[in-house]
């Protein structure tokens, strides 16, 4: 309960958290318990998470993002992913990547022509991210026990997810 705290909906399908006061600085509005935080150390631990660490120099940079990839397959796509305490959040997820079609990664070269022209630094961009999702998603099919059962779609969907949702700090 948040009596201070209002979640609520708001245009175009977001949610929000809307204060019901005026906060002093530095005066604390919510906390979230840690273990309802989805963090890379919960891929990193889980068994295709210990796999990937023996590949790293195989990997592209974006290292801590891809054990989250690893974490989002197994249970947002596994079968048994209802065993996990992140399930409500996993539920608000966009369903696939149809759903996620303002990232430019998601386009093919026609739709990308159409919304940017003959911009050819945004179509570098798109194909350089490409090619690095492309080559760790074989990195993972080929060293990592029991990854080839994701498709490249999937693998996708779960990326996005996470560079379009999360941050890191030490």
Known sequence: KFDDLLVTSLPLGYRGVQALKNFKVGETAITI????????????????GQAMTKILDKMSKHVLGNYLVLYLLEFAIEKH??????????????????????????????????????????????????????????????????????TYEQYLWARLIVLSRSFEWE
């Open 81 to 150: 992913a209802d065993y996990t305490i992140h399930r409500p959040y996993l539920n608000l997820l966009p369903d696939g990547l149809d759903s996620m079609s303002s990232l430019p990664v998601t386009w093919n070269s026609t739709q990308a022509e159409e919304l940017l022209g003959e911009t050819t630094f945004v179509h570098t961009v798109q194909q350089k991210q490409k090619m690095i999702f492309s080559g760790d998603y074989e990195a993972f099919k080929e060293n990592i026990p029991g990854f080839s059962q994701f």
């Open 33 to 48: 318990p840690f273990d309802l935080v989805i963090t890379s150390r919960m891929g990193k631990e889980r068994p295709m």
